[in-house]
C-alpha cells in the first residue's frame, strides 16, 4: 500500500494556485519542492483537509469554491480609518496593500479603496474573499 497524507504529515510538495481566470495567485519556489506541515495552519483548512489521504507521487487539481476558500467580501470590512493613523512620511495610494498591528499584535493585510485630506478607506477582506480558486498539486514525498 501507497504512502498517503495523513492529518500531521511531513511533506514536499509543488502547487500553484490560480483563479478562475487563469490568473496565477502563488505557487512554489523551490525546484526540489516546497515543505510543508499539516495540521500546523500552514495553508488552509479545507485545502489542507482536501491533501488527506492522497498518495505520494499524485498530481492533482482541485477546485475550491469561494464559499469554502475564503468567503465572500464582507462590506462591514470595509473601514474609514483617520489619515492621522498613519505615520506622515508614509506614502499612501489607492490599491496599496498595508499591513495594520491588531491590539492583540496581529498583523492583518488592509487595501486602499481611497483617499481623503481626513480619512484613508481601508478594505481589511481576505484579497481571495469572493474568489473561486484552481490548485494544482503534486505530493513528491510524505514523511
Same mark, same amino acid.
Given at each position: 500500500? @501507497?504512502?498517503?497524507?495523513?492529518?500531521?504529515? /511531513?511533506?514536499?510538495? /509543488?502547487?500553484?494556485?490560480?483563479?478562475?481566470?487563469? /490568473?496565477?495567485?502563488?505557487?512554489?519556489? #523551490?525546484?526540489?519542492?516546497?515543505?510543508?506541515?499539516?495540521?500546523?495552519?500552514? *495553508?488552509?483548512?479545507?485545502?489542507?483537509?482536501?491533501?488527506?489521504?492522497?498518495?505520494?507521487?499524485?498530481?492533482?487539481?482541485?477546485?475550491? +469554491?469561494?464559499?469554502?476558500?475564503?468567503?465572500?467580501? #464582507?462590506?462591514?470590512? *470595509?473601514? $474609514?480609518?483617520?489619515?492621522?493613523?498613519?505615520?506622515?512620511?508614509?506614502?499612501?495610494?489607492?490599491?496599496?496593500?498595508? $499591513?495594520? $498591528? +491588531?491590539? $492583540?499584535?496581529?498583523? *492583518?493585510?488592509?487595501?486602499?479603496?481611497?483617499?481623503?485630506? #481626513? @480619512?484613508?478607506?481601508?478594505?481589511?477582506?481576505?484579497?481571495?474573499?469572493? /474568489?473561486? +480558486?484552481?490548485?494544482?498539486?503534486?505530493?513528491?514525498?510524505?514523511?
Amino acid at each position: 500500500m @501507497s504512502n498517503t497524507v495523513q492529518k500531521n504529515s /511531513h511533506i514536499r510538495w /509543488h502547487y500553484q494556485l490560480f483563479l478562475a481566470d487563469g /490568473h496565477l495567485v502563488e505557487a512554489s519556489e #523551490d525546484a526540489e519542492g516546497d515543505v510543508l506541515q499539516l495540521g500546523q495552519g500552514q *495553508i488552509h483548512p479545507n485545502l489542507e483537509k482536501a491533501l488527506i489521504g492522497l498518495p505520494e507521487g499524485e498530481k492533482i487539481r482541485l477546485i475550491i +469554491l469561494a464559499d469554502q476558500a475564503f468567503g465572500f467580501p #464582507d462590506p462591514e470590512a *470595509i473601514q $474609514s480609518v483617520p489619515r492621522t493613523q498613519f505615520p506622515t512620511e508614509q506614502a499612501l495610494s489607492e490599491g496599496q496593500i498595508i $499591513s495594520f $498591528s +491588531l491590539p $492583540s499584535g496581529q498583523e *492583518i493585510p488592509g487595501k486602499i479603496l481611497a483617499l481623503t485630506a #481626513d @480619512s484613508v478607506s481601508v478594505d481589511f477582506n481576505h484579497p481571495l474573499a469572493g /474568489h473561486n +480558486l484552481t490548485f494544482e498539486l503534486e505530493i513528491m514525498e510524505i514523511a
